[in-house]
């Protein structure tokens, strides 16, 4: 049990919660009343306390501006049917948060300051965590470079900070994509499996113009003259083909999913055969010529699982079946169930907050 004994809490004065209309979470839009606060200076990690979420400053020479030393994660807490709040698979987003950092030069914390934080934010901050089906409170953890100065260098300081929100249902509205055959998002070596700023920043443009297109989104690729196929946007992705659910194996150019990793869990719960080998967009376009792909999905904890409705692969537009109650939303009406209560948590990945 983390106790809340080291750590200081200064409460807000005045809430916000009374301002907020829990009908309209416009995503990324509404913070709860705190956030926890860290520094990294002289080797350690230090003066770890929740306050009222508001500004920080600092000089606009810190590295992290300039250098992208920078690396986030996204995670959420739940309303259980029984009322307590469940923070999902802690564990989980640590060890990749820690895998992000490293590959940043960036320095570890331990898990249990990470822990101690998170459960005492969301027990601070419970009374934000909606209760509509679908809705969730986000939770952003991140660092950044706070060293002042301009030189390129690895930063010696650092600051943690972590924000909630509130979201509602992502209105999953099935996705048009493109296979992206100029542009890639990462490449091996490079830092496509960290959670980092400068990924976001690089996919903007390829994004962007795929969406001036008419699409919502790309399917990314390695690169290679096969096309084979690594995410969706900012979303691991899918395949039902033949009834088997397939997604790209993990690399060091793929995001390494907690939404990826619970669905193939839960799929093999279900009895649905997984596959977690390497898709090219050859493959997929011959699959839907024979009329086997069945579905086709992104996961994230953002949206949990979003339905693609059409690929285009090199020019030519193929519509995909998003079935009602396919291997989708099977998986994901399982994950929403354990993520409540109504589910046994047979894998201990709630964090159960008792309020
Ligand atoms: C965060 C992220 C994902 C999804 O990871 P989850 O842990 O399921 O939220 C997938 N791809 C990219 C590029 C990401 O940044």
């Given at each position: 049990?983390?106790?809340?004994?080291?750590?200081?809490?200064?409460?807000?004065?005045?809430?916000?919660?009374?301002?907020?209309?829990?009908?309209?979470?416009?995503?990324?839009?509404?913070?709860?009343?705190?956030?926890?606060?860290?520094?990294?200076?002289?080797?350690?990690?230090?003066?770890?306390?929740?306050?009222?979420?508001?500004?920080?400053?600092?000089?606009?020479?810190?590295?992290?501006?300039?250098?992208?030393?920078?690396?986030?994660?996204?995670?959420?807490?739940?309303?259980?049917?029984?009322?307590?709040?469940?923070?999902?698979?802690?564990?989980?987003?640590?060890?990749?948060?820690?895998?992000?950092?490293?590959?940043?030069c960036?320095?570890?914390?331990?898990?249990?300051?990470?822990?101690?934080?998170?459960?005492?934010?969301?027990?601070?901050?419970a009374?934000?965590?909606?209760?509509?089906e679908?809705?969730?409170?986000?939770?952003r953890?991140?660092?950044?470079?706070?060293?002042?100065?301009f030189?390129?260098?690895i930063?010696?300081?650092?600051?943690?900070?972590?924000?909630?929100?509130?979201?509602?249902?992502?209105?999953?509205?099935?996705?048009?994509?493109?296979?992206?055959?100029?542009?890639?998002?990462?490449?091996?070596?490079?830092t496509?499996?960290?959670?980092?700023?400068?990924?976001?920043?690089?996919?903007?443009?390829?994004?962007?113009?795929?969406?001036?297109?008419?699409?919502?989104?790309v399917?990314?690729?390695?690169?290679?003259?096969?096309?084979?196929?690594?995410?969706?946007?900012?979303?691991?992705?899918?395949?039902?083909?033949?009834?088997?659910?397939?997604?790209?194996?993990?690399?060091?150019?793929?995001?390494?999913?907690?939404?990826?990793?619970?669905?193939?869990?839960?799929?093999?719960?279900?009895?649905?055969?997984?596959?977690?080998?390497?898709?090219?967009?050859?493959?997929?376009?011959?699959?839907?010529?024979?009329?086997?792909?069945?579905?086709?999905?992104?996961?994230?904890?953002?949206?949990?699982?979003?339905?693609?409705?059409?690929?285009?692969?090199?020019?030519?537009?193929?519509?995909?079946?998003?079935?009602?109650?396919?291997?989708?939303?099977?998986?994901?009406?399982?994950?929403?169930?354990?993520?409540?209560?109504?589910?046994?948590?047979?894998?201990?990945?709630?964090?159960?907050?008792?309020?």
């Open positions: 049990m983390i106790t809340t004994e080291s750590m200081l809490i200064k409460k807000t004065s005045k809430s916000r919660l009374s301002e907020v209309d829990f009908h309209d979470l416009e995503f990324g839009k509404i913070i709860s009343d705190h956030m926890v606060i860290s520094d990294y200076k002289n080797d350690d990690w230090s003066n770890l306390h929740i306050e009222p979420f508001g500004d920080i400053s600092f000089t606009p020479t810190i590295l992290a501006l300039h250098y992208g030393q920078m690396v986030f994660e996204g995670m959420k807490a739940f309303r259980m049917t029984d009322g307590n709040v469940s923070i999902f698979r802690i564990e989980k987003h640590y060890e990749r948060f820690m895998r992000s950092l490293d590959r940043m960036m320095p570890a914390m331990s898990l249990r300051m990470f822990e101690e934080g998170l459960i005492n934010l969301i027990k601070l901050d009374p934000w965590v909606p209760s509509s679908g809705s969730a409170l986000y939770i953890p991140f660092v950044f470079a706070s060293e002042e100065r030189g390129v260098k930063s010696s300081e650092y600051k943690y900070i972590v924000f909630s929100g509130p979201v509602g249902p992502y209105y999953n509205k099935p996705l048009r994509v493109k296979v992206e055959d100029h542009y890639i998002r990462a490449t091996h070596g490079g496509g499996f960290a959670k980092c700023a400068g990924n976001y920043g690089g996919s903007f443009y390829p994004t962007h113009l795929a969406k001036m297109q008419g699409f919502d989104q399917l990314w690729t390695d690169g290679s003259p096969d096309l084979n196929i690594e995410e969706s946007g900012t979303m691991n992705v899918m395949f039902v083909i033949d009834g088997v659910l397939v997604t790209p194996p993990l690399s060091d150019s793929i995001l390494d999913g907690v939404t990826r990793d619970s669905f193939l869990t839960l799929a093999h719960e279900l009895g649905i055969h997984t596959q977690q080998r390497t898709v090219s967009a050859l493959e997929l376009e011959a699959a839907l010529q024979k009329n086997i792909l069945n579905e086709a999905f992104g996961t994230g904890t953002a949206a949990v699982a979003g339905p693609i409705q059409s690929i285009d692969i090199k020019g030519k537009d193929y519509s995909v079946p998003v079935p009602e109650n396919g291997v989708m939303v099977k998986i994901k009406n399982l994950l929403t169930d354990i993520r409540t209560g109504k589910a046994p948590d047979k894998y201990h990945w709630n964090t159960v907050i008792k309020l």
